[in-house]
């Protein structure tokens, strides 16, 4: 007795319904489900292959692990600190920089820029010499061989890699006092471009230079250092790793995580990754009233075969769960189909980049086997909720004439 509600539930889904329009409703709440699934899961697994995106996008922005001052900008005793670096065995390197905001200028042309000075140890820490894609890095034979930014490079048509000409870096100088001559106003230096990289949004107008000609520029004395970035053999122990040399660094240094030096990045991202599911879920919602919708028509569909069932001793609430289960196969089919299709999707995205967000770029997508299981949680929540509660037929409806 207790699978014969399952049994005439399977029935009243496969087999030929007395009326075309009772077919139809209950495939159409089926593809509804189908469809509503499947754009929730493409475009969850969008958001997921974002995450990786924005990842590469800000992986030569931050290491693994910075660490600053917090007395002031400049790292002070920096022999002791690179000692103690040194002697942590899950730091694989680490690098020097100091970083300012510069007024750049070439030939009449000027414009505000970001000058990250950088030890040669910078690429072990930050492979950003493998993403020149014009010229090269520079040697560090001399203080004054950058990298440009190419939007910036562009802006002020600065050349590459020649010895003919040059820009000119402006850093302010600080005090105060009376200023009489150009010398009390900034420091410059001109600088010879010897390679071009992309910025990616997140390295705009930014260059790079040995940290020789940042001190010079600030007047620094050597080893100097605002921050020290840092890259670990395993990233994934970040937070260990902080918390350990943290405890040998002292209260009066501060030591941040990639994703803490991007919290605020990473907080827009979750934020917009949680507005378009609770978007979705409410389309899911709203799709489920295909399902509430076909369990009525259902209902009316079979109440003579109903009233006979219950004449013949078939419990009320074996009725009751037949409607359910039918609800529920419902859900079960459109959620399996429209994670099929969802997949489907994007795999073809994958592996043809047929849809693009820009003209050179596709939208990224990455599967991944937690977005399954969020989405069928959803789907299967709203719909075991609506044929649950569509599915309480009292005996005095189906009794009455």
């Known amino acids: ?16 319904k007395g009326s075309t329009a009772v077919t139809f409703i209950t495939w159409l709440a ?7 699934v499947a754009a929730m899961f493409v475009i969850i697994s969008v958001f997921s292959g974002l995450e ?28 002791k600190i690179k000692t103690i670096l040194q002697k942590t065995p899950d730091i694989q390197d680490f690098s020097r920089v100091i970083e300012e905001k510069v007024y750049l200028n070439y030939n009449g042309k000027g414009d505000i820029a970001y000058l990250r000075g950088v ?30 930014e190419n939007s910036l490079d562009i802006r002020l048509s600065i050349p590459v890699d020649t010895i003919q000409d040059f820009a000119t870096v402006f850093m302010p100088k600080p005090g105060t006092g009376i200023i009489n001559k150009e010398e009390d106003i900034y420091n410059k ?13 997140q390295l705009n107008n930014y260059i790079i230079s040995p940290i020789e000609l940042s001190e010079e520029l600030l007047q620094l004395p050597k080893n100097s250092a605002y921050q020290i970035v840092i890259k670990i053999k395993n990233p994934k122990n970040a937070d260990q790793v902080k918390s350990d040399l943290q405890k040998s660094l002292g209260k009066d240094f501060e030591i941040k995580t990639k994703q803490e030096e991007n919290a605020a990045f990473w907080k827009m991202i979750n934020t917009e990754k949680l507005f378009i599911y609770l978007i979705f879920a409410l389309v899911i919602f709203i799709t489920t009233f295909n399902l509430a919708g076909a369990i009525i028509i259902l209902q009316l569909d079979k109440k003579e075969q109903a009233k006979s069932l219950i004449s013949l001793g078939f419990p009320l609430s074996h009725l009751r769960k037949t409607y359910f289960y039918t609800g529920i196969l419902i859900v079960v089919l459109g959620v399996v189909s429209g994670l099929v299709l969802g ?33 069928a949680a959803t789907a299967s929540l709203f719909g075991v909720s609506i044929s649950w509660f569509f599915s309480k037929i009292s005996k005095d409806y189906i009794t009455k004439s």
Request: glycine letters at 4%; charged letters at 15%.
């Open 119 to 148: 030890d040669s140890a910078y690429t072990k820490v930050n492979p950003i010499d493998k993403t020149i894609f014009y010229g090269k890095y520079p040697s560090f034979e001399y203080s004054n061989e950058v990298i440009m």
């Open 30 to 36: 089926v593809g509804a489900m189908t469809v509503a």
């Open 189 to 201: 230096k001109n600088i010879m471009v010897t390679g071009v990289f992309p910025g990616n949004d």
């Open 343 to 375: 997949s489907a999707l994007c795999l073809f995205q994958q592996y043809t980049e047929f849809f693009k967000a820009v003209a050179d770029v596709p939208f990224p997508v990455k599967i991944v086997v937690e977005n399954y299981f969020i989405v």
């Open 52 to 79: 990786v995106f924005n990842q590469n996008l800000i992986s030569n922005l931050h290491a693994d692990l910075t660490v600053k001052s917090t007395s002031g900008k400049t790292i002070k005793d920096f022999q």
């Open 1 to 16: 007795m207790k699978n014969i509600a399952f049994y005439i539930a399977s029935r009243y889904l496969l087999s030929k």
